[in-house]
């Protein structure tokens, strides 16, 4: 295997390689634009997780690009390989080509490790949305006696994966998406949940935040103040300690508290409800800008 020949197969591999790769996300940009706009905009409304589903979506589509771009460098490697490419470079020095050789080497370690990354986001995201659907499909099942259920309901300060908005009274549901450990139990101390055994915690204050925002806006809109009750959903643990009236801390099976979790000061008139429902329509719907 001389040096000639492996720069003359990397060369015409690696070429066409970038045309496929080239082609490949044009097609993809060309799709997304064309199917931009839903079919019923004015009907069709966010699914849970529907900002992780369309991520994971975006992130498969890419490892699919990277993957199928390898398997074509090999296969026009090997046929270059065999078709005696080393004419291509007939007479150059070898220091040359051990150079070019070097650097189609970096090139791909660094979509190696750019496919490994995109693989692990990928598996993050896809366990984010599988939580934030087991816990809005619950909410679905329990819609019946709180009210209307929105997802991926956008603020100021972020985005609340869920909002739940009757007669009595608004909830935030914010779902947290951790992989469950052996005997894992998850409490609330302060503005941290805390994870053991792992000893792994995570602060609340952006989400404290998001609910403060919503609670803002919904003062704006009707002229009063308006509770958000703030939920904490880590489908998969058990629940320990809850550590205070600032956060309600459950898992999928624990949901229906939320049931019990109220207080008549914070019950809406039927015309706050139709005006809350009214903006959160209109905010949560599918949008262009949403694929």
């Known amino acids: 295997m001389d040096i000639e020949s492996l720069s003359g197969a990397a060369t015409v591999a690696l070429a066409s390689t970038l045309v496929f790769v080239l082609v490949a996300k ?3 940009l060309i799709s ?3 199917g931009a706009q839903p079919s019923f905009p004015d009907s ?8 992780f589903r369309d991520e994971f979506e975006r992130l498969s589509a890419r490892q699919a690009t990277y993957l199928s771009a390898g398997v074509v460098f090999i296969v026009l490697f090997t046929a270059a390989y065999t078709l005696d490419a080393a004419r291509l470079f007939s007479g150059y020095p070898h220091w040359q080509l051990y150079l070019l050789l070097a650097a189609l080497t970096a090139g791909a370690l660094l979509v190696a490790r750019r ?3 995109i693989a692990l986001h990928r598996r993050q995201v896809g366990l984010q949305r599988d939580a934030n659907i087991a816990i809005g499909h619950q909410l679905q ?3 019946n006696g709180l009210g209307r259920v929105y997802h991926d309901v956008e603020t100021s300060t972020g985005i609340l994966d869920h909002v739940i908005i009757g007669s009595a009274g608004a909830y935030a549901v914010s779902v947290v998406a951790r992989p469950v450990a052996k005997n894992g139990v998850v409490s609330i101390a302060g503005s941290e949940l805390g994870f053991g055994p792992v000893g792994d915690s995570l602060g609340l204050v952006e989400t404290g935040e998001r609910v403060a925002s919503l609670e803002r806006e919904f003062r704006r809109l009707l002229d009063h103040r308006v509770r958000v009750r703030s939920v904490i959903a880590v489908p998969g643990w058990e629940i320990g300690q809850q550590g205070g009236e600032e956060h309600l801390l459950v898992n999928e099976r624990t949901l229906p508290m939320l049931r019990g979790w109220k207080d008549k000061a914070d019950f809406l008139m039927n015309d706050d409800v139709d005006a809350l429902h009214e903006c959160m329509t209109r905010r949560c719907r599918r949008v262009a800008r949403d694929r």
């Open 115 to 117: 496919l490994v990354r």
């Open 44 to 51: 069709i409304m966010r699914e849970a997780a529907q900002r």
């Open 32 to 34: 997304r634009t064309v």
């Open 26 to 28: 044009s097609w993809q």
């Open 141 to 143: 099942r329990l819609a």
